[in-house]
């Protein structure tokens, strides 16, 4: 990746696409919105995170994110199918480890066209002609996907469905330089938006599990999630490269209203985006301002207390990153 965008051909998902394309609509009428649970009274909410984190439970819906010419949906934090057009056709690549199970191959994709999938034994064209025939496929690949999901993934769906105001997920920023170390594009958890000075405002988040070693200091040594955060706020530092993140948002804004449109016609009780989401997507809005400094979710998925007691959080907070505990589903909101 070297240049950091949100773009999909939206206005490309037209009516006969869709129809050529079943297993598509199928992955829309399963897709909710952030903030799908954000009519809950988070006030009376007083049941500790970990009740919900540990538990094993199935994923029965997607989270969309676009990126620079495709879209994911995951499950839980899984990428389920990886949707962009190639050659003027829809198509989505899942892994094999989804779709064939025991038998898929590490780092191998599935391609998903209007002429359906791969049989892992024949070798032919499995192909289905309406959403029904495909939901079952889609229900066994995303039990596959289930178990795949780990504490840390859970709790990022968790907050995603109590806060509307969430944009992105798995969000990485292209290389900038010549040190190995920094030319990987580490991925932060959530983006979201936030009010600020009148306008809005982009902001990072990272989640650590509260034994997360990467979140513990090892004697004087700073956590290594320090480092981690400080290099999006190097990279976002430069002006023009935060303008291009504005700008790539605004856009991603847009994209998420354009896609709820079309999700509307195939699931009609579909969650509203979030307000902050229209607000951005609108033609007369400005820029979003960006916050260069990333900030920290300590998750709170076990009852024992020693990050606090070992000093392990004064130190987070000592090192300057803004940190945010968080033990009961009271404290979801961003």
Same mark, same amino acid.
């Given at each position: 990746?070297?240049?950091?965008?949100?773009?999909?051909?939206?206005?490309?998902?037209?009516?006969?696409?869709?129809?050529?394309?079943?297993?598509?609509?199928?992955?829309?009428?399963?897709?909710?919105?952030?903030?799908?649970?954000?009519?809950?009274?988070?006030?009376?909410?007083?049941?500790?995170?970990?009740?919900?984190?540990?538990?094993?439970?199935?994923?029965?819906?997607?989270?969309?994110?676009?990126?620079?010419?495709?879209?994911?949906?995951?499950?839980?934090?899984?990428?389920?199918?990886?949707?962009?057009?190639?050659?003027?056709?829809?198509?989505?690549?899942?892994?094999?480890?989804?779709?064939?199970?025991?038998?898929?191959?590490?780092?191998?994709?599935?391609?998903?066209?209007?002429?359906?999938?791969?049989?892992?034994?024949?070798?032919?064209?499995?192909?289905?002609?309406?959403?029904?025939?495909?939901?079952?496929?889609?229900?066994?690949?995303?039990?596959?996907?289930?178990?795949?999901?780990?504490?840390?993934?859970?709790?990022?769906?968790?907050?995603?469905?109590?806060?509307?105001?969430?944009?992105?997920?798995?969000?990485?920023?292209?290389?900038?330089?010549?040190?190995? %170390?920094?030319?990987?594009?580490? /991925?932060?958890?959530?983006?979201?938006? #936030?009010?600020?000075?009148? *306008?809005? @405002?982009? +902001?990072?988040?990272?989640?650590?599990?509260?034994?997360?070693?990467?979140?513990?200091?090892?004697?004087?040594?700073?956590?290594?999630?320090?480092?981690?955060?400080?290099?999006?706020?190097?990279?976002?530092?430069?002006?023009?490269?935060?303008?291009?993140?504005?700008?790539?948002?605004?856009?991603?804004?847009?994209?998420?209203? %354009?896609?709820?449109?079309?999700? /509307?016609?195939?699931?009609?009780?579909? #969650?509203?985006?979030?307000? *902050?989401? @229209?607000? +951005?997507?609108?033609?007369?809005?400005?820029?979003?301002?960006?916050?260069?400094?990333?900030?920290?979710?300590?998750?709170?998925?076990?009852?024992?207390?020693?990050?606090?007691?070992?000093?392990?959080?004064?130190?987070?907070?000592?090192?300057?990153?803004?940190?945010?505990?968080?033990?009961?589903?009271?404290?979801?909101?961003?």
């Amino acid at each position: 990746m070297t240049e950091f965008c949100r773009e999909f051909p939206i206005k490309c998902l037209t009516e006969s696409v869709l129809r050529e394309n079943d297993w598509f609509t199928e992955l829309l009428r399963r897709w909710h919105p952030a903030g799908d649970a954000v009519f809950r009274r988070l006030d009376a909410e007083k049941q500790v995170v970990r009740d919900h984190v540990g538990k094993k439970g199935e994923f029965q819906h997607l989270r969309v994110a676009f990126r620079c010419g495709y879209m994911n949906f995951y499950c839980g934090g899984q990428s389920i199918a990886r949707v962009r057009f190639v050659r003027g056709k829809l198509r989505a690549e899942i892994h094999e480890k989804y779709v064939y199970g025991a038998m898929g191959r590490e780092k191998q994709y599935v391609k998903l066209t209007s002429e359906g999938f791969l049989d892992f034994g024949t070798g032919l064209p499995v192909a289905c002609d309406s959403e029904q025939r495909w939901r079952p496929y889609l229900d066994q690949w995303m039990s596959n996907a289930n178990g795949k999901i780990e504490h840390e993934k859970r709790f990022v769906d968790l907050l995603v469905a109590h806060n509307s105001n969430v944009i992105d997920l798995e969000m990485g920023l292209p290389a900038f330089s010549e040190v190995p %170390e920094e030319r990987r594009a580490p /991925r932060i958890d959530i983006v979201a938006l #936030e009010p600020c000075e009148g *306008r809005w @405002r982009v +902001v990072l988040w990272e989640a650590k599990r509260v034994h997360d070693g990467r979140a513990r200091c090892k004697g004087n040594e700073p956590p290594e999630v320090v480092a981690q955060l400080k290099s999006y706020t190097r990279w976002l530092s430069d002006p023009g490269r935060a303008s291009r993140v504005a700008k790539a948002y605004q856009n991603n804004c847009s994209l998420l209203v %354009e896609l709820h449109k079309i999700a /509307r016609y195939i699931q009609p009780g579909i #969650e509203e985006l979030g307000a *902050r989401i @229209r607000a +951005v997507a609108a033609s007369d809005t400005p820029l979003p301002l960006v916050d260069k400094e990333p900030r920290l979710l300590i998750i709170y998925d076990t009852n024992d207390n020693s990050f606090r007691e070992n000093g392990h959080l004064d130190k987070l907070r000592f090192s300057g990153l803004r940190v945010k505990t968080v033990e009961s589903l009271s404290e979801l909101a961003l």
